[in-house]
């Protein structure tokens, strides 16, 4: 009986829970089926409602009669919400601010500069800053959110906004240029501007200008090597003007651009032709504000004063930073049509780039030389610069250059056929990188002393004598045997030896067997070939060759790729850096995965991994006393070229932050600041319990003290800093605790199997958020740490270019591949020649 009455039990419990689960599927369906059944109308149809209201219809007959609900009429009827209203939250910006956003992202998109993501977002934060518009977003720049329900209310934009190069992943091309100027054909023909007069047609555009212009032929004694003059203190200063010219070679006042940190004095402005624009901008460069200012109170004002008749043509070169929406209102509003030009193609299509800029240069350096004899000026400063430019530009006659410029460039008459195309298939063509072994006989000559110096160089400085006698015993064999340490040293001292002993012949064939060995071509680029390179510091070469023994062999990077990866860098905005072990190989510190080199390839030894290091006091013994061994040595490395790089890029606003996966401080001994150590540093130890933090010299002061007889040579360094050391070694070594609380202290870096902290990963998203591009360097991305941030990169529509030796997990994403080291390759990005 028991029995049953517990079945009837449980038979009552399933029925109960089966009836639940069909009420909530029930609900649910509901629920759905409302949501579908929403009603929907038109705001002309809810006027019509009101409207027979108003003549006499009840609230239900006319719900009824144009489709609007009940509760609507009733609380438009009462004026309870506006008549025009939205569901949700009202925008932060109104309805009329944004749709002049969107007229301004569409101009941009069909002339062939469509706007970012990243690019929208400054401009809207520079919207709201400047009309005073209270927002909810930090500094007034709006996020993730923002943008999608902004893309949501505009659905037209889809295909609008899109990432920064497009450009740069396909190059320019003949059909390219001809599709554009077919589309100028029919715009022009649809505003009735295809024949208007050449004077009625302009082109503007700025230049640089070096203040102090280098001369390359001077005529001199007999004899004298070096000739000089004497130029003022910073002989790389420049100056910025902006030009434009007519068809028919009348020139509109220039606006010349200073970068003085307070207005200009009154002295400097009155050497400055009054109808010539002045703008001081940071760093002396245009910006949107200034070339506003320019079209709105010299282009126009000059224009209306030489009644001159409207719409007129502009061609520009379309700079992201200066085609903003209050220039395309005022240029729209006075007739000024604004046209711009193919993006890339401003050697091509740019007549004041083809005509009148290098002829004009001439003329400024030709004058400059003059007046400073003339007036003894030996310190040429940059208030003079307007005074220079004003009599060179007097000196030179524009008409016949603008009118060939214009005519060559298809843009008067406009004709596509005018163009010459060749030169785009010259920038295709490849070049022979045997070129670097094909020199001149002044340049074998080059060669041969760079060479020896550095040996000589080499010998004194980097190595003591002892060792120097150690190296000359071991030339013989040409094989090292003594203290690992060494063996990098003593390589490259063997492979300098052996260049100064051979004749340029034997040199190239030397090389072609080496290459051969390691399965390159014949045409590979071999570490030596740096040896000749123009302008480059002894110590730093020395360092580089000296360093190599832990970078994988690779084949020299396509030119092609090399160019990309230039252009990359020169047209994105502010770029967020991502580095790994594979340019701090290039100090000479080890990685663990590159082929043939790396730590995984050359022995079995495993990295410690977190749950190990916490769990066994054994494996904490072990790695304090490797650590302790390596770290005399492993503080000494030094930034090499990559990091240097860096920093420089970082002093004029190209890198906006470095997020490195290394432990090594390299970064910030080369000077970068805003570094993000996505794995942590080896220079702090922390405590796992009340996370005290220590500087990691001040450990290894404590760790002297504990181990008074501890003696270990530092071989082979591992990427972590840490060395081999014997069993015995190991088993005596003493670790301290915290000094605060007892606890276990531990490098401040993430091991294997740990996790990045919360507030790193936050930092690294919005770094990541605010950059423009991202660029990889030196990883292979196979810790997902890394390889999220490039997925990070990938969702918000940013471009992606990977420099690396060998592929990488993010291959798939990046626009821009070059498989390259990266101290060979990025001084070659601000090399003016590539």
Not at 77 to 88: A, D, Q, R, T
Request: charged fraction near 25%; aromatic fraction near 8%.
């Amino acid at each position: 009986m028991p029995r049953k009455k517990n079945m009837r039990e449980t038979s009552k419990k399933k029925t109960k829970e089966r009836v639940k689960k069909t009420y909530k599927k029930s609900s649910v369906k509901k629920s759905a089926e409302k949501k579908k059944v929403e009603k929907s109308y038109s705001l002309e149809a809810l006027q019509a409602a009101l409207n027979a209201m108003g003549e006499g219809q009840t609230l239900r007959q006319a719900a009824a009669n144009f489709g609007v609900p009940k509760s609507t009429l009733f609380l438009k009827s009462k004026c309870i919400v506006p008549l025009e209203c939205k569901k949700g939250p009202r925008t932060v910006l109104s309805t009329k601010d944004e749709a002049e956003i969107v007229s301004w992202i569409v101009f941009s998109a069909d002339s062939g500069h469509p706007v970012t993501k990243s690019r929208l977002l400054d401009y809207v934060q520079k919207y709201a800053t400047e009309k005073k518009i209270d927002t909810p977003f930090k500094n007034n720049r709006p996020g993730q959110h923002w943008y999608r329900a902004f893309i949501k209310r505009n659905p037209n934009l889809s295909n609008k906004i899109v990432h920064n190069l497009a450009s740069t992943r396909a190059p320019v091309t003949e059909e390219d240029l001809r599709d554009w100027f077919a589309k100028i054909r029919l715009h022009l023909e649809d505003k009735n501007l295809l024949n208007i007069e050449p004077h009625r047609i302009f082109n503007a555009g700025e230049s640089t200008f070096m203040l102090t212009p280098k001369y390359n032929k001077v005529l001199t004694e007999e004899g004298v090597k070096a000739p000089h003059q004497i130029v003022s203190s910073n002989e790389k200063d420049t100056s910025t003007v902006l030009f434009s010219i007519s068809a028919s070679g009348v020139m509109p006042p220039p606006m010349i651009l200073f970068d003085f940190k307070k207005t200009p004095k009154k002295s400097v402005i009155d050497k400055i032709p009054k109808d010539w624009g002045v703008a001081n901008t940071e760093r002396g460069l245009m910006t949107s504000e200034s070339f506003y200012s320019y079209i709105t109170n010299v282009f126009y004002k000059w224009l209306k004063e030489n009644n001159y008749v409207f719409p007129v043509i502009l061609y520009v070169d379309g700079r992201s930073s200066q085609i903003t929406l209050p220039l395309l209102k005022f240029c729209k509003g006075h007739l000024i049509e604004l046209i711009i030009l193919y993006p890339n193609a401003s050697h091509i299509v740019h007549p004041l780039d083809v005509a009148i800029i290098h002829p004009l240069k001439d003329s400024y350096k030709k004058v400059l030389q003059e007046w400073r004899i003339d007036n003894n000026i030996y310190n040429f400063k940059k208030q003079m610069f307007p005074q220079v430019l004003k009599m060179a530009l007097e000196a030179c006659d524009f008409t016949e250059a603008a009118i060939t410029g214009f005519r060559t460039c298809g843009l008067y008459p406009l004709c596509a056929d005018a163009v010459n195309y060749n030169i785009l298939s010259k920038q295709n063509k490849k070049k022979d990188v045997t070129h670097k072994f094909n020199s001149t006989n002044n340049g074998v000559q080059n060669r041969e002393e760079i060479t020896e110096g550095l040996l000589k160089i080499f010998e004194q400085d980097l190595i003591s004598p002892d060792v120097l006698a150690s190296f000359k015993q071991a030339e013989t064999d040409g094989v090292w045997s003594g203290d690992v340490a060494y063996v990098a040293l003593f390589e490259s001292w063997l492979k300098l030896k052996k260049l100064c002993n051979v004749s340029d012949a034997e040199m190239i064939a030397a090389v072609s067997d080496e290459s051969s060995d390691h399965g390159m071509s014949d045409n590979v680029t071999v570490d030596f070939v740096e040896v000749h390179m123009p302008n480059t510091d002894w110590n730093n070469r020395v360092n580089s060759l000296s360093s190599l023994a832990f970078v994988p062999k690779c084949q020299p990077a396509r030119e092609e790729d090399v160019r990309m990866l230039k252009h990359f860098v020169n047209t994105s905005g502010k770029i967020c850096v991502i580095t790994g072990a594979g340019i701090s190989t290039e100090s000479g510190i080890p990685d663990y995965r590159s082929e043939g080199v790396g730590l995984f390839a050359t022995s079995n030894r495993r990295p410690v991994s977190y749950q190990d290091f916490c769990k066994s006091d054994k494996t904490r013994r072990r790695y304090w006393a490797r650590n302790y061994a390596a770290w005399p040595r492993f503080s000494l490395f030094q930034p090499n070229v990559t990091h240097k790089w860096l920093k420089n890029m970082e002093d004029i606003g190209k890198v906006s932050c470095v997020i490195t996966q290394n432990v090594d401080n390299l970064h910030i001994k080369a000077g970068s600041k805003n570094v993000v150590e996505l794995h942590g540093t080896g220079y702090r130890v922390v405590c796992l319990s009340c996370d005290n933090k220590i500087d990691r010299f001040v450990f290894q002061e404590v760790l002297n003290k504990l181990n008074p007889d501890m003696k270990a040579s530092c071989e082979a360094i591992r990427p972590d800093g840490d060395v081999d050391l014997s069993q015995d070694q190991i088993d005596d070594f003493k670790i301290p605790t915290c000094s605060k609380c007892g606890g276990i202290m531990k490098p401040d870096i993430v091991f294997f199997g740990d996790n990045v902290p919360k507030q790193v990963v936050e930092r690294v998203q919005n770094e990541v958020e605010e950059a423009d591009s991202l660029l990889v360097l030196g990883t292979s991305l196979t810790t997902f740490s890394g390889y999220r941030i490039v997925l990070q990169a990938v969702e918000a529509v940013k471009p992606i270019a990977i420099l690396n030796i060998g592929d990488t997990r993010g291959d798939e994403h990046a626009q821009i591949r070059v498989h390259g080291r990266c101290g060979e390759i990025l001084p070659m990005l601000t090399d003016d020649k590539l």
